[in-house]
């Protein structure tokens, strides 16, 4: 049974379900039969770039990787707004004004921290048990509560001739670009929709780490798991690892608490040798089982 995470670039029109769907099928073809897969944070069909998916033991993790800070790389498209906030929609509102690079630069410093954001009324959040996009669809109208979220950078890479101006963005969990690029649009006073929407980054994981849809599918023809296939600890190195004896990994096995522990408070991974055995939360030298994975390969 494989542990671990694949990375996938993620093209244009796959949804994140079917990129999961896509591993699946590709690790049955390849005999390791019914494998356990889920993946750390929906990444929209109109959107490409980083989406984490989770193998056996590090299905427990996509928690984390959902609550985790994502970098994007999105372009701005001046004069039009659409229902969607992207491509797909139909256009809601015009407007003449195109702004100069030093304008759009001037008001990013007021998106950048923490913000209040509405999001897009085509998005997944739950309405009274509804998604919101399937009311939006059956012409129901929504209104959408703003929520805090923090933009952690928010940068100008480029400004072309069209007026086109792309961003990277930093973000915290919750974050939805969509309603950032109307948002900024609206503060230049335009309007805008995003044309191009690309993660290269989730969590603790880059584009330098993910592979094609067709290098995937290599699997499937029989290639290697492990030329694709990153280790369950690596969704685990933005947070510090304890390194356990027998005695003391026994106990955390066990769930119980570890006391007398060296260790800085907050969370932490503990491991025997390489091999992860739990996530642990240290509070005063105590360290508690948060989630423990079991893994075969770890020596009793």
């Known amino acids: 049974m494989p542990h671990g995470w694949i990375i996938l670039d993620k093209p244009l029109e796959l949804g994140s379900t079917q990129g999961v769907a896509a591993v699946k099928r590709n690790l049955r073809s390849g005999g390791f039969g ?25 299905t427990k993790l996509t928690g984390r990787m959902l609550d985790s ?8 498209r001046f004069g039009t707004e659409t229902a969607t906030l992207d491509l797909e929609g139909e256009v809601v509102a015009t407007s003449d004004v195109r702004p100069t690079r030093a304008e759009v630069e001037a008001v990013l410093a007021q998106f950048t921290g ?5 999001p897009p009324v085509y998005s997944a959040l739950k309405i009274d048990g509804e998604r919101a996009y399937d009311l939006a669809r059956a012409g129901v109208e929504v209104e959408m509560k703003s929520r805090e979220v923090t933009i952690h950078a928010l940068e100008l890479l480029d400004f072309d001739a069209e007026n086109d101006a792309t961003l990277l963005a930093e973000v915290s969990k919750g974050t939805y670009i969509r309603s950032l690029a109307r948002d ?45 296939l990153l280790p369950l600890e690596a969704g685990l190195d933005d947070i510090p690892a304890i390194d356990l004896d027998p005695e003391q990994a026994r106990a955390v096995r066990q769930g119980r608490v570890l006391t007398g522990m060296a260790c800085e408070d907050g969370l932490h991974w503990a491991r025997v040798g390489h091999v992860p055995l739990a996530l642990v939360e240290l509070t005063g030298g105590d360290a508690r089982v948060v989630r423990g994975f079991n893994l075969t390969d770890v020596a009793e």
Do not use: C, W
Not at 35 to 51: C, E, F, M, R
Not at 114 to 118: A, C, E, K, N
Not at 215 to 220: A, C, F, Q, T
């Open 184 to 228: 900024i649009a609206r503060a230049v006073g335009s309007v805008g929709q995003v044309t191009m929407l690309r993660r290269v980054k989730a969590g603790p994981f880059d584009l330098s780490q993910a592979i094609s849809l067709d290098k995937l599918n290599e699997i499937g023809q029989g290639a290697p798991l492990e030329q694709v």
């Open 69 to 76: 800070d994502k970098v994007y790389h999105f372009t701005v």
């Open 34 to 58: 019914k494998v356990k897969v889920g993946h750390g944070g929906t990444l929209d069909p109109l959107a490409t770039g980083v989406l984490p998916i989770a193998l056996g033991e590090a």
């Open 114 to 118: 923490p913000i209040s954001q509405v």
